[in-house]
């Protein structure tokens, strides 16, 4: 059996740090059970082959990269949310063989679902293994641009001093109504974690309603309608998955309902807000902030406008890379995740149910709130 995996280039950092689980030269940690299982491995026709896709297209795009390659007798495919093989319809036509994507991580929308369900490729990810490193990272980010740090730390190392040009942008969280777009299992915590801030308000928006227990351990009120609720808002923080509904769901109309000089932050999937709307909204003072490690393309090019763009007091971008769900805590959780999967696949066992995100030809009901 062949099993591609598209992992990334961890460099010497890897070299050094076993613990960087994700990385090509790290494999998932994978490689001495799969030779215990009594797998060879063996170069490039191996029966398991680990291509960094990032560091160059060699290995991740056109015809002649290892990725397209491999994939047209590949069964089994492995990606990472970080620095995905983007798996499309033309390529699943390609893979004659495949029988199952695993994400090693959360997040698959770098495979075409429709394309997997119509050639009933199975579609699995190692749910709930990013959602505790999400959650810290989004209250880190939202601490960040509230309190104006990211400008104040760039004085510092410019070797400058002047409290003013930081203190007139620099808030308390407290005090504050803070509300989340998906109020799943990364949402939720992030509920969890601003309850000792004493927030004036904790809301959220989800197209179904917490259990009443639930709502009531963070004391969040629901609000069913999107433009009231970011009117609402001091801070807003995008808690839910990439699908049809919620590409673009941040847009230019949308942000003309926010609160004047909200914070803005993103750590589910970059192409959820509209990235040209976002800067505009950063440059004209809509938005008084925006963070977060998800890009519309990842790796994200060096011009990306995220990067650079800033408010017009010279701060609030809080962008980082897409490495908020791959801590190496996360990273032991979702390796630990993949070889249950591949585990379960090899042995003809049923799947985990919260893992599986296509079935035999169908989509899972898996609401976009639990993500």
């Given amino acids: 059996m062949k099993v591609l995996a598209i992992l990334y280039d961890g460099g010497e950092a890897a070299v050094q740090e076993s613990r960087l689980l994700g990385t090509v030269e790290n494999k998932l940690?994978?490689?001495?059970?799969?030779?215990?299982?009594?797998h060879e491995f063996i170069g490039r026709s191996r029966i398991m082959l680990?291509?960094?896709?990032?560091?160059?297209?060699?290995?991740k795009e056109g015809p002649n990269s290892d990725f397209q390659k491999h994939i047209v007798d590949a069964e089994v495919l492995i990606t990472t949310p970080f620095h995905p093989g983007y798996l499309t319809r033309d390529l699943i036509a390609k893979a004659k063989n495949l029988k199952i994507c695993i994400t090693a991580g959360v997040g698959s929308d770098h495979i075409d679902l429709n394309a997997a369900v119509d050639r009933r490729i199975?579609?699995?990810?190692v749910s709930g293994s990013n959602v505790v490193s999400v959650a810290e990272h989004v209250v880190m980010s939202i601490l960040l641009l509230v309190r104006n740090f990211v400008p104040a730390h760039e004085m510092i190392e410019r070797g400058d001093w002047q409290v003013s040009d930081i203190a007139r942008n620099a808030f308390d969280l407290e005090g504050k109504v803070v509300g989340t777009i998906g109020a799943g299992r990364?949402?939720?915590?992030?509920?969890?974690?601003?309850v000792p801030f004493d927030c004036k308000e904790l809301i959220y928006y989800d197209y179904a309603p917490l259990p009443e227990a639930a709502a009531k351990a963070v004391n969040a009120r629901r609000v069913e309608d999107l433009k009231d609720f970011v009117s609402q808002c001091d801070v807003v923080t995008v808690n839910c998955p990439l699908h049809e509904g919620t590409r673009g769901l941040v847009n230019a109309e949308l942000l003309k309902h926010f609160k004047k000089g909200a914070w803005l932050v993103n750590t589910a999937r970059g192409a959820i807000c509209d990235k040209d709307a976002v800067a505009a909204?950063?440059?004209d003072g809509t938005l008084s902030g925006y963070s977060g490690d998800v890009w519309n393309v990842q790796p994200a090019p060096k011009d990306h406008i995220w990067r650079t763009?800033?408010?017009p007091l010279g701060g609030g971008n809080g962008m980082v890379p897409?490495?908020?769900?791959?801590?190496l805590d996360a990273q032991i959780r979702y390796a630990n995740g993949v070889k249950s999967i591949l585990d379960n696949y090899f042995k003809g066992k049923e799947q985990e149910a919260q893992n599986i995100i296509i079935g035999?030809?169908?989509?899972?009901t898996k609401a976009y709130g639990q993500r």
């Fill in 281 to 283: 909204a950063l440059a």
């Fill in 122 to 125: 199975q579609v699995l990810e």
């Fill in 360 to 364: 035999l030809g169908r989509y899972e």
């Fill in 186 to 194: 990364i949402g939720y915590r992030v509920l969890q974690r601003l």
């Fill in 50 to 59: 680990f291509k960094d896709q990032c560091s160059s297209t060699l290995y």
């Fill in 29 to 38: 940690g994978l490689k001495e059970w799969l030779e215990s299982q009594g």
């Fill in 309 to 311: 763009m800033k408010n």
């Fill in 322 to 327: 897409h490495y908020s769900g791959t801590t």
